[in-house]
């Protein structure tokens, strides 16, 4: 059975930081990972996503230069390093994993999400 869970959400200041991880089991190791985000009222976005080997990494624009996202496959556990953390990152953050896409439109599957709220 495939799950990923996400943890390490909460409430920060601006500019401070937050981790993300998120657990993977089952049989989707291989896959590339992303983090996705949905803000109240807006659409899921993507964030950022890490291929298998964690040689190719995309983030998206209004992220990049804050956030990191890495991969620890001996733990099945991707990582999203978030700093100079805004009120616009508030958000429920997931975490996805596709066979193929590195930036994919729909990924094969989903967490349950984790909040993180900045607050001003």
């Known amino acids: 059975q495939v799950q990923l869970v996400e943890s390490g959400g909460g409430l920060v200041q601006t500019g401070g930081s937050l981790r993300l991880s998120c657990a993977a089991s089952?049989?989707?190791?291989?896959?590339?990972k992303h983090w996705f985000r949905q803000a109240p009222g807006k659409g899921r976005e993507f964030v950022a996503g890490?291929?298998?080997?964690?040689?190719?990494?995309v983030y998206a624009e209004s992220v990049k230069g804050r956030f990191t996202i890495s991969r620890d496959n001996a733990k099945n556990t991707v990582y999203l390093q978030m700093n100079s953390l805004k009120p616009e990152d508030t958000a429920i953050y997931y975490c996805?994993?596709?066979?193929?896409?590195?930036?994919?439109?729909?990924?094969?599957?989903w967490g349950q999400g984790t909040q993180v709220t900045v607050s001003s």
């Open positions: 890490i291929s298998w080997t964690g040689d190719d990494i």
């Open positions: 996805s994993a596709d066979s193929l896409a590195l930036h994919p439109l729909t990924p094969d599957y």
């Open positions: 089952g049989r989707i190791s291989t896959y590339a």
